[in-house]
């Protein structure tokens, strides 16, 4: 029993790692519908940078600073050279756009600052604890608390602040809401930038547990079951999903794997993702698309 | 977003008008037949024509599935491993010789498409493709996790002893070129003709929107199964070809899901549901990066470390897709019957 609950607990809050990278997603999907691959890419970058940063002696909050004042000139540029240029294109079009757009941050974060692995430390221990029986890592705990804490926040902008009413205009209908004089433009550079900050949180502890490497932009392929599971449209929906394919995957490994020869996490949550699709063709909390002919 | 999903269908690729070869096509053949393997070398034929067609013929499985019946798909990489693996099993464990074992192989790679793609029924767009992510994903595992997949070496390679088809030896440069020619041009062949039949229309009417198609009498879900199928029964013949004909020993590393990536850059850049645009996407796809080499060498040699090079050839790399797709969304297919038409009026009319 105790190995459940440890198992159960251990995924639950590994899943909200992932759960922070869809978050990233999910903002980019709701504003523009386009599917941003380069979310890995930029989480990379973004952790990247900051670390890079640290190394040259800048202190935490500075390099901080530095760091999301690159990553708002960054949305800016891939909005005005990108994005614009690709407005009312099919959403595949955008999609592969953003895949080549990966290979350029890709590119350039590791062309300007090196491929080598950099240790972060931010100053959370990583011991496990006990919470009765169960033994917890203090890191996940910190990890999941920051997981939530941003979907609050997020959740708090989207609902009671101009930019973020006029988002959800976007996200709603993209025609009235320029009809009543919303600058798209402007909503996209500020939906791709507050992405990039969430993914400089995602790859601060992503890359705490792992390192800041180039395989930290490949954190996006666990984010995409989880995304799919939630829905590309809630951020609800993408802390849900975290916690169902933590979960599920952390379970399977430990009861399913050693009859099957182990090593299934790569793939088992996408299975999971096809279940969940079966029965809900949008993910849990997605919305329906209706058609009509 | 429901105003953008349904947009998707009516801005699907549109489909390149038909158009007479006239002598092109003999022309062309007989330049890949003939003059080709008199002129090349060892190295031309083997490093770079080789690939540069194998890579043609996955782009063609590819562009069936999503430039023709509009399922995406990211899981090529892994199909492209089933017919290898598959292939090798005929062969080691079977003592099936090649071509009927690439054959063989083909038909059990298209059975896992089909497996694959029975969830296109429900599943769609973005879904549908994250959800092609578990064949790249479990192949890769599969292939991988179980020793007799590759006999039981160490290393997890596969590789064959000896290549022979019909009691030729086809291991020599020419010889891996003039087979993998002929089995491009017939499946080329097979499916031009699949495109314009019944079939392909039918897949056709389900890209551009398939509730429409479902209205007008279509079976949408067979339709789409069948795209999975035959679209893996191509990537898995390219997947043998790659490994035994090309690279001569393969593990699952050579078909990752950055090929499944590159696959699908070919049907970008060289155009969605066009037959020629593949060649010119796998032509573009094998010989930028050696252009880019070159160049570099020519420019920048000494002044550079090679993992700089490397990731600025990566962001080139990125930056043409995105100009690409901007300028010319069609594919470079497009392009090419752009100016063939301007050339044909040029002197009269520009």
Known sequence: MNLFLETLIGGLLAGTMYSLVAIGFVLIYKAS???????????LFAALTFVTLLEKGLPFAAALAVTIAILIL????????VLRPLANRSPMTLFMATLGLSYVIEGAAQGLMGAQVHALDLGIEDVPIFIGDVLISQFDLVAAATAVTLALVL?????????????????????AALSIGINLN????????????????????????????????????KALPVLIIGGFTSIGGAIAGGLIVGAAENLAETYVGPYIGGGITPWFPYFLAIAFLYIRPAGLFGERALERV | MSHVLSQTARLAPTVLPERRFGLRLPLLLLLAFVAVPLLGSDYWLGAILVPFLVLSLAGLGLNLLTGYAGQTSLGSGGFMAVGAFATFGFVVHGGVPLPLAVLFAGLVTAGAGLLFGLPSDRIKGFYLMVSSLAAQFFFEWLFQKFPWFYNYGSSGTITLPRLEAFGYDIGTAVGRYYVTLTVVVLLTWIAVNLVRSQTGRSWMAVRDMDTAAAVIGIRVYR?????????????????????????????????????????????IIGGMGSIAGNFIGAAFISLLPLAIDHLAQAFFAGHVDAGLLQNIQKALFGVLIIGFLIKEPDGLARLFRTLGERLSSWPLRF
Request: hydrophobic share 60%.
């Open chain 1, 33 to 43: 519908g386009v599917f941003n691959f380069a979310q890995g890419s930029m989480l």
């Open chain 1, 74 to 81: 960054g949305a800016i540029l891939i909005e005005r050279t």
């Open chain 1, 155 to 175: 959740a708090l902008l989207f609902n009671n602040t101009r930019i973020g009413i006029s988002l959800r205009a976007v996200a709603d209908d993209t025609r």
């Open chain 1, 186 to 221: 402007r909503i996209w550079q500020i939906v791709w930038a507050v992405a990039g900050i969430v993914g400089l949180v995602a790859g601060m502890l992503w890359g705490a547990r792992q390192g800041i490497q180039f395989s930290l932009s490949l954190v996006v392929l």
């Open chain 2, 223 to 267: 339709s789409k199964v069948l795209a999975f199928a035959v679209s893996s029964f191509y990537l898995g013949v390219a997947g043998a070809l790659w490994a035994f004909l090309y690279l001569g020993s393969a593990s699952v590393q050579s078909f990752g899901i950055s090929r499944s990536f590159q696959i699908l850059f070919i049907i």
